[in-house]
């Protein structure tokens, strides 16, 4: 009777003692987490001689401390690699992960982009506004204040249409012309300028202050004042003449500032003795000027009403594959949004 109630027991003990070896099953490899496994060198190989780590860091701290140390290096390392990146490459590394993102964050990153973007206003006005309007974030005036964008060139795509000849079958021929405005910023507070029929992949190249004459690259001076933009511009030869230029900056979304409503364009006649090169601060010299005032009378002052087109912002990296490169066969409108 002992034998035959010991059986069950036995019975369950073991159908137990097998569920728990089901549930808690050994992964071999767990046990491997934490532990450096330094690779086995060939037989005969002089790396099989006992290895003692020549790095004074590693033989007297321990292992916690080293670890710590390690973290920080990486921290510094992801600093530095950040502060070498741009504005909008940094709002993109935020995308990456969690840890980025609060790097990204730092106010150091966002202080020197918003000084050098404004660099003209002055660090004491900058500080001032900080304060005053964006509560000390740099990240939000870097964000919410009106800021020409330097990384690029804005883009004006204008189109008319043309009579042609009546040839052969055609008897009311019509062509579309299409030609462009560029402008290109700088911190400092010049720019560039050309009216062109090349499309942006091919102007690009030759924007900058090296450019020849016979490129067509003027220089002249802005001022942003909120976001109204004040440009001038001056075309040298016998009967010199300036270009006034009065726009207005917005953006498709926060921080973009990718659009510039142009709201008037003048053309005025300027004396000789009034400027002295083509390096000269025209803006302050036509300041304060009319829309109907010319200093010479053989060039009258004109206020243009056509290809008034919105400027477009195209950063560097997209102007191989922007469609403002598109012919006019296929893309005969261009809606700047």
Not at 54 to 82: C, G, K, Q, T, W
Not at 169 to 189: A, D, E, L, Q, W
């Amino acid at each position: 009777m002992a034998m035959a109630s010991s059986g069950p027991a036995e019975l369950e003990s073991a159908l137990r003692l097998k569920n728990l070896q089901y549930f808690v099953t050994r992964r071999p490899w767990l046990d491997l987490y934490g532990i450096n496994v330094r690779p086995v060198a060939p037989y005969g190989s002089i790396s099989r001689k006992p290895y003692v780590d020549p790095a004074p860091i590693h033989r007297y701290l321990p292992d916690e401390l080293l670890f710590e140390f390690i973290v920080s290096v990486r921290l510094l390392r992801n600093l530095l690699v950040f502060a070498r990146m741009t504005s909008y490459d940094l709002g993109r590394a935020s995308c990456v992960c969690r840890k980025w993102r609060y790097t990204v964050r730092n106010p150091v990153f966002w202080r020197n982009a918003c000084l050098k973007a404004w660099q003209v206003s002055g660090m004491v006005e900058n500080y001032k506004i900080l304060q005053s309007k964006y509560d000390g974030s740099w990240r939000k005036m870097w964000l919410l204040r009106p800021r020409i964008r330097t990384d690029g060139l804005y883009v004006s795509r204008n189109t008319y249409i043309r009579a042609g000849v009546a040839e052969w079958k055609i008897t009311n021929p019509v062509h579309i012309v299409c030609y462009y405005r560029y402008m290109r910023f700088f911190p400092s507070g010049r720019f560039l300028y050309k009216n062109s029929s090349q499309k942006i992949k091919d102007v690009a190249k030759y924007m900058n202050f090296r450019a020849s004459k016979a490129e067509s690259v003027f220089s002249g001076h802005y001022t942003l004042s909120d976001d109204k933009v004040e440009a001038a511009v001056l075309y040298p030869g016998m009967r010199p003449t300036v270009l006034r230029i009065r726009l207005r900056l917005r953006g498709t979304t926060t921080g973009a500032n990718n659009r510039m409503d142009l709201l008037s364009l003048v053309t005025s006649g300027v004396n000789d003795d009034e400027v002295n090169g083509p390096d000269e601060d025209i803006l302050g010299i036509v300041e304060g000027w009319q829309d109907d005032e010319t200093h010479n009378p053989d060039v009258p002052a004109v206020s243009h009403k056509r290809g008034l087109t919105p400027f477009v912002f195209v950063p560097f990296e997209e102007v191989e594959t922007s469609v403002l490169n598109l012919p006019v066969e296929k893309m005969d409108y261009f809606v700047p949004g």
